[in-house]
């Protein structure tokens, strides 16, 4: 519209409260990460260890069910804190693909075609900006992991009944905060990542070098200088040490062969929290609402 037509009006409108403008972030960041057909699909197969589980909680509080597949008792599956810590652990290496394929995609594309000047020259700021992008892909994670599992022991405990949902209240809180840290920590690291590495496939290959190829250096510490504290450069193992001791599993082993406890606990956290911290102050040294190019 021409200036000298004098006829533009200025927005009369209601407008978005100070609070709240980092929602719009996370409202448009969760419509845009199912443009993909392959990823909107891998993102449904997540549900399948959900209900293949939710079969089998089923079929160990139903004789009926028991007796049509001929179970013997004591051959059903114990539905307790392990057996809750088994399944988050699934959705959760699922979950980390997921996060693994889409964030460096959703973040590096606002730093390549320079999107990121036009977010913060809004009044938005840069932790709003980081908490929108947050929100959005941890509604994704959250419906691919710890909600799923809170699910599961809302029907074990109305199928078991007698109090069995009170008696193992500490499973449920133990499933929100198992899966609310496993978020944080993935998000972090695959965010920080995204926005200093544009090309999504090389964030999406240093990513998985970091949760595979740098646990495999630590074990190769490990066996040169005959420690453990290899151990804390295995990120997925520290949130599973964590995650144990949440659910209370102590002596018995998540798998064949696996350990626990192999650092102590106060390292794990300490170890996650630095990778937090450094993953935060990477991110506020990138997030910048101008950049300044130098010919």
Not at 84 to 99: D, K, N, Y
Not at 159 to 187: D, F, K, M, P, T
Not at 245 to 264: A, I
Request: proline share 4%.
């Amino acid at each position: 519209m021409a200036v000298y037509k004098r006829t533009y009006r200025a927005y009369q409108g209601a407008l978005t409260p100070a609070w709240s403008r980092f929602t719009v972030l996370a409202r448009y960041g969760f419509a845009t990460l199912f443009d993909s057909k392959p990823f909107t699909a891998y993102a449904v197969l997540c549900l399948v260890p959900f209900i293949m589980t939710l079969a089998v909680i089923y079929a160990v509080n139903n004789a009926t069910v028991q007796a049509l597949l001929n179970m013997r008792p004591g051959q059903s599956p114990p539905i307790n804190n392990l057996f809750f810590l088994r399944f988050l652990g699934v959705e959760a290496w699922m979950s980390f693909i997921l996060t693994a394929w889409r964030v460096p995609g959703m973040i590096s594309m606002d730093f390549a075609n320079q999107g990121i000047q036009l977010y913060l020259s809004r009044p938005i700021s840069r932790a709003e900006y980081l908490v929108g992008k947050l929100c959005a892909l941890g509604t994704l994670l959250s419906f691919t992991s710890w909600i799923p599992a809170l699910l599961l022991f809302l029907v074990q405990a109305a199928l078991r009944g007698h109090g069995w949902g009170w008696e193992n209240l500490g499973i449920a809180v133990a499933i929100v905060i198992s899966g609310l840290l496993g978020i944080v920590v993935v998000s972090l690291i695959a965010m920080a990542i995204a926005v200093w590495v544009r090309w999504r496939i090389a964030a999406t290959a240093l990513m998985m070098g970091i949760f595979f190829f740098l646990p495999a250096f630590g074990a190769v510490l490990n066996a040169v200088l005959g420690t453990r504290w290899g151990w804390l450069l295995n990120f997925g193992y520290l949130i599973v040490e964590i995650w144990a001791k949440l659910f209370r599993v102590v002596d018995q082993p998540l798998h064949s062969g696996s350990g626990l406890y192999l650092v102590p606990l106060w390292a794990a956290w300490t170890m996650l929290l630095v990778v937090c911290v450094t993953c935060i102050a990477l991110l506020n040294r990138r997030l910048k609402a101008r950049e300044v190019v130098y010919s």
